[in-house]
């Protein structure tokens, strides 16, 4: 029990669905896809309303095309 504490984090992230998104979002990434990948996730479904998630992952997408 002990082992398997100290193999997590110590910091857990304040942002999940920032964390989604750095995870499975790459240029090529559509919204659809991404939701239907992600539906059942609870770091997706830790923001309520589509519109915003849509929001999010945009501005996600612009960061990862600019980057490049």
Known sequence: RRNQER???LVKSTDP???LL???VVKKTSFAKFCQRNLKDPRYLSIKTSREREKRFVKHLESVVGAK
């Open 17 to 19: 669905f920032g964390d």
């Open 7 to 9: 193999k997590e984090p």
């Open 22 to 24: 750095r995870e499975n």
